[in-house]
């Protein structure tokens, strides 16, 4: 399977604040996508990061808050803007394998203060 | 609305011990359902479930779905303490939106 990396491992910022989060993958794929994991809570989608084109936002998501950008077939980036104390999560990119399998990056764990 | 439940919520055995670990889903057409394993951040792929009543198995691991009664089982045999960890269910769907359902979650603690 594709070796996924995310970086930062982790961060602590400042309210107001904004936080990029950098995803590669070794090969090449078509579907990526953006998940947050919120403290104690399961994983939720936040948005299918499409190569040469918009993002497509899940309900409760928008674009001014987590823009995503995906110029290619192996890289993405989720920026978290404006940050607040409820926006400390665990953010994971993701990418769908050719037979439908799903596999999560390393995952990144913000701290908003 | 598309719904994954997981039960227990949580579960503590002895090393050894087998466990078993269900989901149960309603979601409008349906393409898949998967396990993971989360440790630290990273949910870790185990399995991907399409067809009713065919095993999958990976060492002490093995999982079935069932279509009719919409649920899925997680076996794990001869517990070791490092299975202790989350065990994640997620279902995705075969048209409309890409994304994997998640179930809460299953905590397993194994004591040596």
């Known amino acids: 399977s594709a070796v996924i990396s995310q970086k930062p491992s982790r961060d602590i910022c400042q309210r107001g604040t904004s936080l990029t989060i950098q995803c590669q993958v070794d090969?090449?794929?078509?579907?990526m996508f953006w998940y947050r994991q919120q403290p104690g809570q399961s994983l939720t989608l936040i948005a299918t990061a499409n190569q040469g084109s918009e993002a497509t936002y899940e309900s409760g998501f928008v674009i001014d808050k987590f823009p995503i950008s995906r110029p290619n077939l192996t890289f993405s980036t989720l920026t978290v803007s404006n940050m607040s104390p409820e926006d400390s999560s665990i953010y994971l990119c993701s990418l769908r394998s050719f037979w439908d399998e799903q596999f999560f990056g390393p995952g990144t764990r913000l701290t908003v203060l | 609305e598309d719904k994954v439940v997981q039960s227990p919520l949580s579960l503590v055995v002895h090393e050894g011990d087998t466990v078993t670990l269900n989901c149960s889903y309603e979601?409008?057409?349906?393409?898949?359902l998967l396990w993971y394993k989360q440790e630290k951040k990273a949910p870790t792929f185990l399995f991907m479930l399409t067809s009713s009543g065919i095993e999958k198995k990976s060492g002490r691991l093995s999982s079935i779905l069932d279509k009719k009664e919409l649920f899925s089982i997680l076996n794990i045999t001869a517990t070791q303490t490092g299975d202790s960890a989350v065990y994640l269910c997620?279902?995705?769907?075969?048209?409309?939106?890409?994304?994997?359902?998640f179930g809460q979650g299953t905590r397993l603690t194994i004591n040596p």
């Open positions: 979601v409008t057409n349906f393409r898949s």
């Open positions: 090969s090449q794929v078509t579907m």
């Open positions: 997620a279902v995705g769907r075969r048209q409309g939106a890409q994304k994997l359902v």
